[in-house]
């Protein structure tokens, strides 16, 4: 047995050594760049089997959905823009019924970013790609419901920032001097013992772009609807766009 033993120690210690002495050491390292363009031959098995897909997804983006006169770009005002008020418009108009059916009650308003406007749209036609340009993100439609306080901190920021953030139901007036004037909401004064409900982005939602106002909702309603699939149906409902900006958040000179 002891001999036994010994033998496989043995053989053990070998294994040992002779895995060490052919371990592979790195001696150095060498970089190349390969230029990616037209110089490289194509791999037509690959790019046979990929061109039926790109085929179906051009022209799926480029299918025509509705028509605007005028360009939309969000620099176009400082305070409401033409292409933000349609953003905002769309929302209450596409999931406001949702709402309704859903939980018997209506979206009093509602708020985007301005910094969720990634394109403008060109005069023209209006097509799929046009909706994945203004907004390339996968965030939801969602409803919070504010207190009259947190409504008042909403105003508050809208103040504060003076950037165009897409708005709808609501109107703002400021003076020159940045005071406020009036705000409405859905058509009324803020009543401090009801609660309103806000349409926005999921985004948002969890504070995003500093809208910590949004953490203090009572309750939240998702409706499973992206905002990038929404805008695609408001196209598709709407032959024509005519957003203007007009005096739903304003300064008074």
């Given at each position: 047995?002891?001999?036994?033993?010994?033998?496989?120690?043995?053989?053990?210690?070998?294994?040992?050594?002779?895995?060490?002495?052919?371990?592979?050491?790195?001696?150095?390292?060498?970089?190349?760049?390969?230029?990616?363009?037209?110089?490289?031959?194509?791999?037509?098995?690959?790019?046979?089997?990929?061109?039926?897909?790109?085929?179906?997804?051009?022209?799926?983006?480029?299918?025509?959905?509705?028509?605007?006169?005028?360009?939309?770009?969000?620099?176009?005002?400082?305070?409401?823009?033409?292409?933000?008020?349609?953003?905002?418009?769309?929302?209450?108009?596409?999931?406001?019924?949702?709402?309704?059916?859903?939980?018997?009650?209506?979206?009093?308003?509602?708020?985007?970013?301005?910094?969720?406007?990634?394109?403008?749209?060109n005069q023209g036609v209006i097509t799929t790609r046009t909706a994945y340009n203004?907004?390339?993100?996968?965030?939801?439609?969602?409803?919070?419901?504010?207190?009259?306080?947190?409504?008042?901190?909403?105003?508050?920021?809208?103040?504060?920032?003076?950037?165009?953030?897409?708005?709808?139901?609501?109107?703002?007036?400021?003076?020159?001097?940045?005071?406020?004037?009036?705000?409405?909401?859905?058509?009324?004064?803020?009543?401090d013992d009801e609660t309103y409900f806000?349409?926005?982005?999921?985004?948002?939602?969890?504070?995003?772009?500093?809208?910590?106002?949004?953490?203090?909702?009572?309750?939240?309603?998702?409706?499973?609807?992206?905002?990038?699939?929404?805008?695609?149906?408001?196209?598709?409902?709407?032959?024509?766009?005519?957003?203007?900006?007009?005096?739903?958040?304003?300064?008074?000179?």
């Open positions: 047995m002891k001999s036994f033993l010994f033998k496989i120690s043995l053989l053990s210690l070998f294994w040992i050594l002779f895995s060490c002495q052919n371990q592979p050491q790195l001696i150095k390292i060498e970089g190349e760049q390969i230029a990616v363009d037209s110089t490289l031959s194509q791999d037509q098995s690959l790019e046979k089997f990929i061109k039926p897909y790109r085929t179906s997804i051009q022209e799926e983006m480029n299918r025509p959905l509705s028509y605007t006169k005028k360009a939309m770009f969000k620099s176009d005002h400082p305070l409401n823009t033409a292409i933000g008020n349609m953003m905002a418009d769309a929302v209450f108009e596409m999931a406001n019924p949702i709402f309704n059916s859903r939980h018997k009650d209506s979206i009093d308003g509602v708020l985007l970013n301005y910094g969720g406007i990634r394109s403008g749209i203004i907004m390339p993100f996968e965030n939801m439609v969602v409803v919070a419901e504010l207190d009259a306080k947190s409504i008042k901190a909403m105003v508050n920021y809208l103040v504060k920032n003076q950037v165009a953030h897409p708005i709808s139901k609501m109107q703002l007036r400021l003076n020159s001097n940045s005071e406020v004037v009036d705000f409405k909401i859905n058509g009324k004064p803020i009543n806000i349409a926005t982005s999921d985004y948002l939602l969890q504070g995003g772009d500093n809208m910590i106002f949004f953490k203090n909702a009572t309750q939240v309603f998702d409706i499973d609807y992206k905002l990038r699939n929404l805008f695609i149906d408001y196209f598709k409902k709407h032959d024509t766009i005519s957003a203007t900006a007009d005096q739903r958040f304003v300064k008074i000179r």
